[in-house]
Structure formats: structure tokens, C-alpha cells
């Protein structure tokens, strides 16, 4: 069965340090592949997505990811974080063209220390 | 545009209590879907449509029954509330199920069930 993981339940890093957050998928095709945010009480908002061609994917606010098939992997980059990226953030899954269906996995909290 | 709404933003219910979340998008979207998010376990699928007239079930799909009249609205209805489905839910809506579509999502509703 496909499914998302996001090996990391907690990440703290300090304003201005580099993060990396991890994202495992399995699926046996080509997957679709998505970063969602999601504030204190509010819904998720989509930070970038990656379907086909280029595997280094820029997205909103500064975020990047990149799709390793290898791996099985589509990690989240900031190379500089800012203090209002203290979030949550979700990798999901679209297990191919034309379904309805989305797997997200567990979710990152992310902290930030001033 | 509104995006996605939902009502109401917090509800509680006794075991038993039946209720309507109410879900509406103004974008002309044909997909829609509910999940719900509990801690630790991100968000899974409860029930989607792929347009007026056409609802299917998703990963946890029971106790919830949904209906899509029109394009716009998507509820979602709990017949015998039960302090399982203490959750946040949210709606989201796009404008077709194809693996690389973004979802929007409305602000969520927070569900207690005593």
C-alpha cells in the first residue's frame, strides 16, 4: 500500500540556521508529491509540488524540495529560516494521474528559537 | 473569492448528537473532500466527490456519510456522534483530481465529542 513518511515529529532549529525535512514515500509508479504548511489554527497551504521533469522544485516563501527516486525521498530545504516558519508542515502523496485519493503523512512540527 | 469555508469553526456533541459540518467553495471546483487530522497521525481521507452526484469513501470513511447536491457544497454528516471522532476536519476542494492538482483547504472545524 502506498504510504508517507515523515521520520521527524519534531525539528528545532534557530532563526538564520539551514533545515532539511525529511519525506519518505512508497508508491510503486511515479509518484505526486506535495509540501503543505499549516500555521496554529489554520488550514494547510501549499508550499511547492513536483509531478515531472525538473527533480529541484522551488516553491512559495523560500522553500525548496527535491525528488530522488533512488531514495524514495522528497525532502524540504530552506537554506535560511525565519522565525515566522514555525509551523507545521505535511508531505503528501497523489498516488498517480487521474485519482482522487491523497496520502499525507504524519507531519514536522517545526520550532524556531529566536 | 471566499476559497473554502466551513461552519462552524468549534462544536461540541454529546455521544449520540447528530450535526452537519458544513463545507462550501465558490471556485468552481469539481473535486472536494473531507479529512480529518488527529495528533500524531496527520490527515486522512474520510469521504471525496469528484462532482454533483458522485461521493466515494476514502480511508476512514465510517460513522460520516456525505452527499454533493452541488458543485458548491460538500457536507458532511455524523449521524451517532462518538467520542472517536473528536477531530479537527477540514474541507478541501480542487479543480480536478489529477495527481499534480493542488488542493485548497478551508480553515477546519474543531470537533469535541464527549
Known amino acids: 500500500a502506498q504510504s508517507v513518511t515523515q521520520p521527524d515529529i519534531h525539528i528545532t532549529v534557530s532563526e538564520g540556521a539551514s533545515l532539511e525535512l525529511r519525506c519518505n514515500y512508497s508508491y510503486g509508479a511515479t509518484p505526486y508529491l506535495f509540501w503543505y504548511v499549516q500555521s496554529p489554527g489554520q488550514g494547510l497551504q501549499l508550499l511547492l509540488k513536483?509531478?515531472?521533469?525538473?527533480?529541484l522544485v522551488q516553491g512559495i516563501k523560500g522553500f525548496e524540495a527535491e525528488f530522488k527516486r533512488s531514495q524514495s525521498s522528497f525532502n524540504l530545504r530552506k537554506p535560511s529560516v525565519h522565525w515566522s516558519d514555525a509551523a507545521e508542515y505535511f508531505c503528501a502523496v497523489a498516488q498517480g494521474s487521474g485519482t482522487y485519493k491523497y496520502i499525507f503523512g504524519t507531519g514536522t512540527r517545526l520550532k524556531v528559537l529566536a | 473569492n471566499a476559497g473554502v469555508t466551513q461552519t462552524p469553526k468549534f462544536q461540541v456533541l454529546k455521544t449520540g448528537q447528530s450535526m452537519t459540518l458544513q463545507c462550501a467553495q465558490d471556485?468552481?471546483?469539481?473535486?472536494m473532500s473531507w479529512y480529518r487530522q488527529d495528533p500524531g497521525m496527520g490527515l486522512r481521507l474520510i469521504h471525496y466527490?469528484?462532482?454533483?452526484?458522485?461521493?466515494d469513501q476514502g480511508e476512514v470513511p465510517n460513522g460520516y456519510n456525505v452527499s454533493r447536491s452541488t458543485t458548491e457544497d460538500f457536507p458532511l454528516r455524523l449521524l451517532s456522534a462518538a467520542p472517536s471522532q473528536t477531530s479537527v476536519y477540514f474541507c478541501?476542494?480542487?479543480?480536478?483530481?489529477?495527481?499534480?492538482?493542488?488542493?485548497?483547504f478551508g480553515p477546519g472545524t474543531r470537533l469535541t465529542v464527549l
Open positions: 478541501a476542494s480542487s479543480y480536478g483530481g489529477a495527481g499534480g492538482v493542488e488542493q485548497f
Open positions: 513536483y509531478f515531472s521533469g525538473d527533480t
Open positions: 466527490s469528484v462532482g454533483a452526484g458522485i461521493t
Open positions: 471556485m468552481n471546483h469539481e473535486y
